[in-house]
């Protein structure tokens, strides 16, 4: 393996690590063991890696449906982020990665609080870090939370990986004749109007040209292509 980026982040939707789970449970053993798995190839090779993590395989915020106030609603989502970076901590463990769970708000006794600086320390010492909360803030997604920490630990690039394999013309699950991109620049996702990710982390990225590379999580070794360069997914850039 040879790797081309550095230090990375590695957006997990939450929906991701609940694929396939039995008994109606909220996590998939097996899908966290393989991206643990790959985590510590990552890792031994000499690359830092961060791994920010959704909530929606517990709870949905607004989307659920639920007459909640959006700012409580969004609260319970951050909530459900941290419980998935423990569970991905304690899946790193039995793979022996050293790791560190951060938050974007103080909860002393189950994680660090986020910081650039204790991140990148972190990083540097062969530890993977987990990112929950997403940006602490209500109204914004894991997605932009993603974008923001790989600009405050200085990353190489985000990785978002999705539960499709790239950015299309059109939603394929229902457009059979849409088209996937191979490359696009942020001007064309937002210009375009492209559902690819939130138009906040769009901008954000833009504006701090920090590359985005959208791939399917279906095989967790797309993980590992991406670090080494292959031509998978779709590349995002200025």
Do not use: H
Request: charged share 25%; with cysteine; glycine share 10%.
């Amino acid at each position: 393996m040879k790797p081309v980026y550095k230090r990375i982040l590695i957006k997990l939707s939450g929906e991701a690590l609940g694929n396939g789970a039995e008994n109606d449970g909220i996590l998939n053993f097996d899908v966290l063991a393989n991206i643990s798995g790959v985590v510590k190839q990552l890792v031994d090779s000499g690359v830092q890696v961060a791994v920010l993590i959704g909530g929606g395989n517990i709870w949905r915020g607004a989307k659920n449906g639920v007459s909640f106030d959006r700012t409580r609603a969004d609260d319970m989502g951050m909530l459900a982020t941290m419980m998935n970076c423990i569970a991905f901590e304690q899946s790193l463990k039995k793979e022996g990665v050293n790791s560190v769970v951060m938050s974007a708000f103080e909860m002393n006794k189950l994680a660090k609080l986020f910081t650039s600086r204790d991140a990148i320390a972190a990083l540097e010492s062969g530890s993977a870090v987990i990112l929950g909360g997403g940006t602490g803030n209500p109204f914004f997604t894991t997605d932009t939370g993603a974008i923001l920490r790989a600009l405050e630990i200085k990353a190489d690039i985000a990785f978002l990986a999705k539960n499709i394999d790239g950015i299309y013309t059109a939603d394929p699950r229902i457009d059979k004749t849409a088209k996937k991109y191979d490359k696009l620049t942020f001007a064309e996702v937002l210009e375009k109007n492209l559902k690819a990710t939130d138009p906040a982390s769009t901008c954000l990225a833009m504006e701090n040209d920090l590359p985005i590379l959208l791939f399917a999580l279906d095989d967790p070794q797309n993980i590992i292509k991406a670090a080494c360069g292959e031509d998978i997914g779709t590349i995002i850039n200025n």
